[in-house]
């Protein structure tokens, strides 16, 4: 498969992980954004939001519970942080393995761009 985070899962590229556990892996944003920038993915492959279903609730949750536990352990969680999932062109999604952004470390706008 042509997916450039399967290749992170399977470490063929490498990346800077700072978590990983039997169903999600965190890694640092290559491009940040912010001072702290961690993508949460699933290491199952699942394209878009759009293809979750009710049965994949407890994986969606556990992301967010990673990406929360991760804010507080970068030293962000009290400042504030900002969680973010994009879906297909509009939503600016370019990597089609879903991923949670996890951006902190200076003020975020809003509405955002
Ligand atoms: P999207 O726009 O799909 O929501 O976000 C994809 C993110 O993946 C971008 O923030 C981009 O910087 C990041 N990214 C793209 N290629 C790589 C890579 O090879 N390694 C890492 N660590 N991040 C990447
Ligand atoms: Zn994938």
Known sequence: MDCL???ILAG???ADIVYEDDHV???RD???QAPTHILVIPRRHIA????LSQEDGALISHICLTATQLAAEQGIA????RLVWN???????AVYHIHLHLCGGRAMHWPPG
């Open 78 to 81: 009290d400042d504030g942080y």
């Open 12 to 14: 063929e590229i490498p």
């Open 87 to 93: 879906c297909n062109a509009q939503g600016g999604q």
């Open 25 to 27: 892996v965190a890694f």
């Open 5 to 7: 985070f399967c290749k």
């Open 30 to 32: 290559v491009n940040p």
């Open 48 to 51: 878009t939001l759009n293809d």
